[in-house]
T-cell receptor, first 113, second 110 residues
């Protein structure tokens, strides 16, 4: 059984650019949630995907978007990057309706300069 | 968004001591979770609580779902060096959107 994996590990982008982060869910899990964790803070829910559709969204602007693929892997896309987007981006996978049993990946550290 | 306040913000304790931390919310939650995060890793679930007043243990860890449903507590008994890390509470009332606390950083001095 493989765990949640994320790529890349680290990323440096310039303000105004676009970025795509990737997540492979744990084997058997059909739901993926994305979180943003600023330095020294707890994770903040961005959105959740189930059956390739968004299934709940936190307080993030539309320039944060996502995709889920038939194999349940997922992407997080952020357009028009801002300095405050610098953070650790975590994805977590679970079974539908079992978000309390979600498993987190190691995260992607994004730095915006 | 929801505000979850954790206290204390940080703790420095001697190995073998017991630890207590808590989390309070401005809203009622149906589920409370406690996570531990080590540097460079994602959070790992420690304990899940589903009912007001529930008391659940996982080894040396014990957590409680507050009666008001607006708070939760985590206790660690007989701390050891590997308990070092950041502990987060998280609450949910929708079934799919968890709100995380600000974290409690624990340092265990051998």
């Amino acid at each position: 059984e493989t765990g949640v994996t994320q790529s890349p590990t680290h990323l440096i982008k310039t303000r105004g650019q676009q970025v795509t982060l990737r997540c492979s869910s744990q084997s058997g899990h059909n739901t993926v949630s994305w979180y943003q964790q600023a330095l020294g803070q707890g994770p903040q829910f961005i959105f959740q995907y189930y059956r390739e559709e968004e299934n709940g969204r936190g307080n993030f602007p539309p320039r944060f978007s996502g995709l889920q693929f038939p194999n349940y892997s997922s992407e997080l896309n952020v357009n028009a990057l801002e300095l405050d987007d610098s953070a650790l981006y975590l994805c977590a996978s679970s079974l539908r309706g079992r978000s309390n049993e979600q498993y987190f990946g190691p995260g992607t550290r994004l730095t915006v300069t | 968004g929801q505000q979850l306040n954790q206290s204390p913000q940080s703790m420095f304790i001697q190995e073998g001591e017991d630890v207590s931390m808590n989390c309070t919310s401005s809203s009622i939650f149906n589920t409370w979770l406690w996570y531990k995060q080590d540097p460079g890793e994602g959070p790992v679930l420690l304990i899940a609580l589903y009912k007001a007043g529930e008391l659940t243990s996982n080894g040396r860890l014990t957590a409680q779902f507050g009666i008001t449903r607006k708070d939760s507590f985590l206790n660690i008994s007989a701390s050891i060096p590997s308990d070092v890390g950041i502990y987060f509470c998280a609450g949910d009332y929708t079934g799919n959107q968890f709100y995380f606390g600000t974290g409690t950083s624990l340092t265990v001095i051998p």
